[in-house]
Each structure stands twice: as structure tokens, then as C-alpha cells.
DNA sequence: GTTCCAATTGGAT
DNA sequence: GATCCAATTGGAA
């Protein structure tokens, strides 16, 4: 079963190898769903105060697609602040009922359907991934590894950092999952800052060409 | 005797022994064991496959301190000085009599006292360490790995770009000294990157601090 | 549409 | 003193 076996993978008890096995994207299509809308709001990074577990937010989808997709606003605000945790005090319906997969320290949690979207074709291309189906792209463009100004570019404006826990996960992860080319994690870490530079570069793209900017030859 | 051995390991014929990357060595990270880099056995593809110019049969240094490479070592004279003959104060002719050892197509040619001088720690290490054997600093200060402009800074003046020729036969060795890794020749290309430009820095502090400019408290 | 590359930088290690 | 890190960039792949 490709769940029971995903479970499997992650927690490192399949064997991985550079060309990892075809992944179930069949699983992932059951449900497949149109990327929700990204809000073009820098939220403000909050940090967390002490998190017991970093819930990714999932996507306005019903839990198995058997279900009408009965979307809420609560779901969609939880979705713009990807780094914050759940909060106790706000009991998550529709979110409880999707299925979460932990990874790394096991404080991480992703959305099963995300997860099987994840490509292992490569370590680079699998962080990247595995970032988009942790971090939205808003947060990802908004955000570096460690929030430190640019050395090259010291008058620009510091951005947040990622959320140090959820980086870790993700770098053991790939890490686990790649173990057999003995990954440092400086190379996975560059690539998420690679990652987050790309994004950056496609939001700004996007916010300069909104829409009707284009130039349409007759 | 060194030089036999040194002989010998161009050969691939002794292996990394120690010489393999001391673990990643991230912060808290630890425990991964050094693994042992493979039991030795010679497996480095020396052997005279084809005819071309690729290897350059050890025995046509070996005999050395007299004869010239068979080879004409064309790449070397090519105006960069990329091989600065070791003593400058002695004329050329001892030059000529320095032991070379080629090193990747067996086009580039490197004096044999300098390579016994590069240290094989980790490829990171061996690689700036064989560009130093080969470049002079002033060379890396004021070259590149592509001759090619800063992205981040147009207005930059652009530096002319290391031999390609000599620059391939480095990564090649590097790969083949730790090929155990499957390092990536891009992982070496970027040492390259970052090792100009750190003698560019070196260079920039010698400039603006000729003498006399240290403080001297009594 | 992304991903990758590498030049430059200052500080951290 | 040398090496490493990563933020930013534009264009190449």
C-alpha cells in the first residue's frame, strides 16, 4: 500500500537509492487539487514560543476526496502563516482530518497528499520539493536559511528566516533519504537558499507584471 | 622513498588511506562515522585504453631530472604563467630540469615538489591546495573559474578565466582522488569560485597594507 | 517554468 | 591566515 509504504521510506526503513522508485503519484492524483490562490501578503514572521510540533498547513481539500470539499476561511488563513504551529487555542476541523506525515525530528508535519508529491529524483530536487510541500511559495520568496543580511548587498533589507526546526527536518530527511551519496548538509542547505532566492525572483517578477502588462503582438 | 610513492598515488595505485572529507561536521550534528573509503583495490583506470593524449604514461616523468616530457607541454607556456618556475632567482634552465608530474589529460604539468605539497584532506582542501601547486596567487587573484561577469555586480570589471584546459585537469584529479564520493564536478568548480575570490580578498588587504601600517603597541 | 551556475561580498569559523 | 558560509544577482541550461 503506497501509504504504508511512504510511512516506511520515511522513517528510513526502505532503501533509497539515487533513482528512487517511481513515486505513487497516482495516490496523490485520488486527490488531487488546483493549487489554492497565493495572497500576495507579506505576513509577519512570528515566532513561535515554544512549539511542540510545526503542522504544515494543508490545502482547503477535504480529507480523502470523498467529501465534499467543504472549504472554510479558517483553513485558508491558517494556510498564509505556514511557520506558525498550530495553536491551541484554535481547534482545527476540517485540518484534523487530513493526514499528516512527520518528518525529520518528527516535530514536522506534512500533509500526506503533499507528501506524495514530493520528487526524489535527486537531493536538490527533492529539497525543493520538499520545501514547496512545507512552505508556500509567498513564504518561501519572503524567507532565507538564516535570516542574515546579504554580505554582498548589506543595504537591502534582511529577510526572516525559515523556521530553524522545520529546515532541520527537511535536511535530515533528504539527508535519510539520499544517505547512500553521503550528503552534507551544507549542500542541501545551499540548495534551499537557492530555493528561496528563485522564489523571490518569481514573486517579483509576478508583482511587476500583474496582469495585462504583456505585450500581445496581433 | 616519496617520489616513488607520490608516483604511485598519481597511478591511483595507493589510495585515500585517511584522506576522505571528516564528515560533514555541521554543528550539534556529530556522530556520523568515518567510513573507511572502500577496501583498497586498484581500480583506477589508468591503462592505455586509447592512444589519445588523455594519460601520459607515468614512465615519461619517471626517468626525469634530464629529459623533457615527452609531451610538449604547450598549456603551460601560455602566458598566464600558471607554472612559476620555483626558484625565481635561477635562471631557466634548472626549470627544465624540475620533475613534472601531469596531472588529469596529462596536459598540465606540475612540478613534483609542489605536488607532494597538496594536501588531500578533504576535496575541498586538495582542490585549493593542487591550485595553488599550479597557479601562482597573483594568477587566482586575478582570474576566474569562467571568465564571465558578476551577475550581482554588472559594473564589476570583468577577470579573465583560469586556463579551462588546466582547470578540467584539476577537477578531473580531485574526482578521481575522492571518485568514492561521486563528487560532482560542479562541488569542485565552486571551490574554484571560492578560492579566487578569497586571494582576490588576500590580495586586496596586501595592497592596502603595504608596510607601516600595523599598529605596534609598545 | 524551474533549476542551475558562478561572481561578489563580509563575517563566521 | 585560510577556509567556509550564504545572500543576491542575471543569464544559461
Chains 1, 2 share one sequence.
Not at 504544515?56 to 506558525?84: G, Q, R, S, T
Not at 513564504?139 to 529546515?167: E, M, N
Request: glycine share 4%; net charge negative.
Amino acid at each position: 500500500m503506497y501509504i504504508a509504504r511512504a510511512l516506511l521510506e520515511l522513517r528510513g526503513e526502505i532503501f533509497e537509492e539515487e533513482a528512487m522508485e517511481p513515486i505513487p503519484v497516482e495516490a496523490a492524483e485520488a486527490v488531487q487539487a488546483i493549487e489554492p490562490v497565493e495572497p500576495a501578503m507579506p505576513e509577519v514572521p512570528i515566532e513561535p514560543v515554544e512549539p511542540a510540533v510545526h503542522q504544515v498547513p494543508i490545502e482547503a481539500v477535504a480529507p480523502m476526496a470523498h467529501v465534499a470539499p467543504l472549504v472554510e476561511p479558517v483553513v485558508l488563513e491558517a494556510a498564509l502563516e505556514p511557520l506558525v504551529p498550530i495553536e491551541p487555542e484554535v481547534p482545527m476541523e476540517p485540518a484534523a482530518m487530513e493526514p499528516m506525515v512527520p518528518i525529520g525530528s518528527g516535530q514536522t508535519l506534512v500533509p500526506l497528499r503533499k507528501f506524495l508529491r514530493v520528487k526524489w529524483d535527486s537531493y536538490t530536487v527533492a529539497t525543493r520539493s520538499l520545501l514547496r510541500a512545507v512552505f508556500s511559495q509567498s513564504v518561501l520568496a519572503t524567507h532565507s536559511l538564516t535570516g542574515k543580511r546579504s554580505p554582498a548587498f548589506l543595504d537591502r533589507p534582511v529577510k526572516a528566516c525559515l523556521d530553524a526546526q522545520i529546515v532541520e527536518d527537511i535536511v535530515t530527511t533528504v539527508q535519510t533519504r539520499f544517505k547512500s551519496s553521503k550528503l552534507k548538509k551544507s549542500m542541501i542547505r545551499k540548495v534551499i537558499t537557492t530555493k528561496c532566492a528563485d522564489e523571490c525572483k518569481m514573486l517579483r517578477m509576478k508583482e511587476n507584471r500583474p496582469p495585462g502588462g504583456g505585450s500581445k503582438p496581433p
